[in-house]
């Protein structure tokens, strides 16, 4: 007999599985960023499922308002580039197809090593508001997390300006492009 | 009685509860009924009040408009929008030919749903809240931008360029405007050490977050009156440059159903200003009678709700690159030094024992004279721009737009 | 009760059919979008470890924002290169991007 | 400790649910008499030029990529700012060293002209 909360991961699951396979599979690549988003948005639910209800939001916050609004805003950018009707996949997808076999083979294998693979998830020793709380502290305590807190910043800001860089063609070639 | 009138929702609650149980179901099932049951209760509540909101907001711009508004369908026309739905009901729905169908008709309720999952986390009473979450701002930013993403699949799915265009300008827009949104939020949840909505309110019990931090509420209020596509942001519809924005190609309730979310999204920041910035529910003993504090809140929801409306009767729409301007260059770097300003402040109250009002309102002024300071220098500068250009009998090239202007 | 097991389930299979993407697809915003998968995997594989291995150490939820990070800021210098070699070469094919092979 | 989670779900189907429900009852209701052009795209008014998936210009990039950046720093930020209460001095300047990072970010596309609005 299934639990409410087995039922939800199923669902979940079949959702996440089916979308991601779509996003490979699909040739639209207005489709595909549709997809990836229902793919992101079922493992927001898996992270509510494992209580870690912060990061289940900040998945959505991030993945689904910020990275997926970028791809399909580059989609829409490079969109002359291939059509629905181009050959979508390399010479050598059979290949791909092999890895992807191996590899899902490989991590079964090695995760059935893992300890207490059926074992219940241990009961939180602390209510979520002071799980965020020890989250908060942590990331700016100089004895833990604090480096990759701030390299996260300058990470950050890397990617920002690395990207402006690549991305901009100055505003005048911007004009002239327009124009063409 | 008594105990009704002071408590209604907890009281009914227990009586359902109470109820369903004498009927030998499991606690766990009667819980996820009475889920049920409360979360359908709010959302057909949220969709009816459009009717409301539409009419209250027609009658209102037509007051300030010097114009009568609608008064033909009932008394003061109040029917006036229940007969605008019997009409959009009876309308053919048109599906555009190269329409992508599934996302076409999958974002009408996209909207919606964004709007309506908000309301999940606002604390309407003291006793009564959809969800207690502890991470409920967050949510509110990550669900309420759900919303950018239905409209840029209702761009992208109707194969119009108009409506391609609209999408796009909004979403740019909308993404814009969300970067200060949530830098604007950070400040109530650093002031009351909680992202959860009911600490929220509870933590502005002697004084709002509205004094404590102006610029954060006011940050707040005009980044998500950008967030929702009001005017003077109601680019998404410029009627004169883009027909009528991202929602061209719909028609009937699917159309309505735009409407509806664009309405009730603009009460919904109402009522989360009011929340996090003017106490929600608080007021006198509104902790005893939480009838009261429903009371309250909707007073507050609808004072500035009111002010929402008085804004869009008042002001015309600012142009799009006036507005990315008055977002990049004047309300980002606000936000961030406001947040910089509030934490700073706060610390220092609470290591030096300072009192905490008296620092805030301080570093908030200082924090005005330097943005006023700041404004002027480049009002000058565009000025002299202009004048130099006027005397050189050059065209004046428009693209030196003053940010503030 | 959800077993550990089924989560690494779901996240390997997630990580494979990444990893199907990112090899077979021509279209580099397809890759990228097959490498978003992968990273969704290892998320939800540090999460799932975090909760039942080690839900009193803070660690997994700090990787898990560290890749957050990181993420977001693959995918943005990923559609910035895009961008600018769609600019150039009108085409985000990988097989023709191929000026670096020789 | 799900509960809340459940009630949010419901609601997010709820809202789905009911518009849905109301634009069934209007395809019910309406007339349904097809016709290629009133399904033509902008069925009136200037028929629009060229094809409908327009090249994009590269601003829009620049704006979500902004977004995406100051998404994930308003990401770190929220657990120090819950966490604020118990906070020292100097954990406080950490986090204002980590927002004025991204400000001079901001500060860059600003210089390179990025943000204005062709």
Redesign the interface.
């Known amino acids: 007999m299934l639990t ?1 909360t087995q039922i939800v991961f199923l669902v979940a699951a079949a959702i996440t599985l089916l979308a991601s396979f779509m996003v490979v599979t699909c040739r639209s690549m ?2 595909a960023a ?1 997809w990836l ?1 229902m793919a992101l948005a079922g493992v927001a639910v898996f992270f509510v499922l494992l209580n870690a ?2 990061l289940a ?2 998945q ?2 991030v993945y ?2 910020a990275i ?2 970028m791809i ?2 580059v989609v ?1 950018l490079t969109r002359h580039s291939m059509g629905i009707q181009d050959r979508q996949t390399n010479k050598t997808w059979w290949a791909a197809v092999i890895a992807a076999l191996l590899m899902f083979g490989g991590l079964v294998l090695m995760f059935t090593q893992a300890p207490l693979l059926g074992a219940e998830a241990p009961a939180l020793t602390m209510g ?2 002071a799980l ?1 709380e020890e989250l908060g502290l942590a990331l700016v305590d100089v004895d833990r997390y604090i480096v990759p807190f701030e390299v996260a910043s300058v990470l950050l800001l890397t990617a920002l300006v690395g990207s402006i860089i690549v991305a901009w063609p100055g505003r005048k070639s911007q004009d002239l492009e327009d124009q063409s | 009685m008594v105990a009704f009138l002071n408590d209604p929702f907890t009281w009914t609650g227990s009586l359902l509860r109470s109820w369903l149980e004498g009927l030998g179901l499991a606690p766990d099932l009667v ?2 009924l009475l ?2 049951v ?3 209760v ?3 509540t949220l ?1 009816m009040l459009t009717f409301i909101l539409i009419w209250a907001e027609r009658k209102i711009v037509a007051r300030i408009q010097d114009r009568l508004g609608p008064n033909r369908v009932g008394p003061y026309g109040v029917f006036q929008t229940v007969a605008d739905l019997l009409k ?11 329409a ?1 169908v599934i ?1 076409y ?1 999958l974002a ?3 909207a ?6 908000v ?3 606002i604390p309407l009473a003291p006793t009564l809240i ?6 409920g ?3 509110i ?3 309420g ?2 919303g ?2 239905g409209i ?2 209702a761009g ?1 799915s ?5 409506a ?2 609209g999408a ?1 300008r909004t ?2 827009m909308m ?2 405007y ?2 200060p949104m ?2 604007a ?2 400040i109530p ?2 002031l009351s ?4 909505m009911e600490t929220i309110v509870e933590a502005q019990s002697p004084i709002a977050f509205i004094i404590l931090a102006p610029f954060a509420a006011l940050i707040f209020f005009v980044s998500s009156l950008a967030e929702v596509g009001r005017a003077p942001f109601d680019l998404l519809e410029a009627e004169s440059e883009i ?1 009528a924005g991202f929602h ?2 719909y028609s ?3 159309f309505g ?1 735009f409407f ?1 979310g664009e309405f009730l999204h603009a009460f919904t920041i109402s009522a989360l200003t009011a929340t996090l910035f003017l106490g929600g529910w608080q007021g006198p003993w509104a902790e005893l009678y939480p009838l009261l504090g429903l009371f309250y809140f909707i007073i507050k929801t609808s004072i500035v709700y009111f002010v929402v409306i008085w804004i869009r009767g008042s002001f015309p729409r600012i142009r ?2 006036h507005i ?2 008055l977002n ?2 004047l309300i ?2 606000l936000a ?1 030094a406001s ?2 300003v509030a ?2 402040a ?2 220092v109250a ?2 030096f024992g300072i009192n905490r009002l008296g620092i805030h309102v301080g570093a908030n002024a200082f924090l005005f004279m330097i943005t006023l300071a700041a404004i002027r220098l480049n009002a000058r500068g565009a000025r002299s721009r202009v004048k130099a250009n006027s005397v050189n009998k050059s065209v004046a090239a428009s ?1 030196g737009s003053s940010p503030g202007s | 009760m959800i077993p550990l097991s089924w989560y690494i389930l779901v996240s390997a299979a997630l990580f494979s059919i990444g990893i199907y993407g990112a090899l077979a697809r021509r279209n580099a915003l397809a890759i990228l979008m097959a490498i978003e998968l992968m990273l969704n995997a290892v998320n939800l594989n540090l999460v799932a470890f975090w909760r039942y291995l080690t839900p009193n150490v803070v660690a997994g939820k700090v990787f898990v924002l560290v890749v957050f990070a990181v993420a977001a800021s693959e995918v943005a210098v990923g559609l910035a290169l895009i961008i600018s070699i769609y600019r150039r070469r009108h085409t985000i094919a990988v097989e023709e991007i191929d000026m670096m092979k020789w | 400790m799900l ?6 779900a ?7 649910l ?3 429900v ?2 069934v ?3 019910l ?6 016709n ?1 052009i ?5 069925e009136c ?1 200037i028929e ?1 030029v ?1 094809e ?3 090249q ?1 210009k590269g ?2 990039y620049i ?2 990529l ?2 995406v950046v ?2 994930i720093e ?2 770190f ?2 657990p120090w ?5 118990k ?1 020292q ?1 100097y954990m ?1 300047m950490e ?2 060293i980590f ?2 990072i991204l ?1 001079a970010g ?1 500060a860059y ?2 210089r390179k002209g990025v ?3 062709v």
């Open positions: 409410l207005v489709h549709l988003i209800g912060f939001v900040v959505v916050a689904i308002d997926a609004i399909i805003v829409m979520s508001e965020l | 819980t996820f889920q049920v409360g979360a359908f709010l959302g057909t969709l959009l009901v009876t309308k053919e729905l048109i599906t555009p030919t190269g992508d996302p008709n009408p309720l996209l919606v749903m964004a709007v309506v999952g309301w999940a986390v959809g969800a207690s979450i502890n991470v701002v967050l949510y930013v990550a669900v931008a759900i950018t993403l840029m699949v992208m109707s194969n119009n360029k108009y391609l265009l796009f979403v740019a993404v814009s969300a970067v949530m830098i939020l950070l949840v650093l050490g909680s992202m959860d027909v061209i190609e009937g309730l699917k159903m509806v799009i690159d990315n301007n990049w260059k980002t770097p961030l947040l910089i934490a700073i706060e610390k609470t290591e693209s | 509960e809340p989670w459940i009630f949010i419901l609601l997010l189907g709820a809202g789905m009911l518009p849905g109301t634009i009852a209007n395809w209701l309406a007339p349904k008499k097809p290629p009133k399904q033509s795209i902008y008014g629009t060229g409908t998936y327009i994009l601003g829009y704006y979500a902004i977004f100051f998404d308003a990401v930020m929220f700012a819950v966490a604020f209460d906070l001095l406080v986090g204002v927002i004025l400000a901001l596309a600003w943000l204005e609005w």
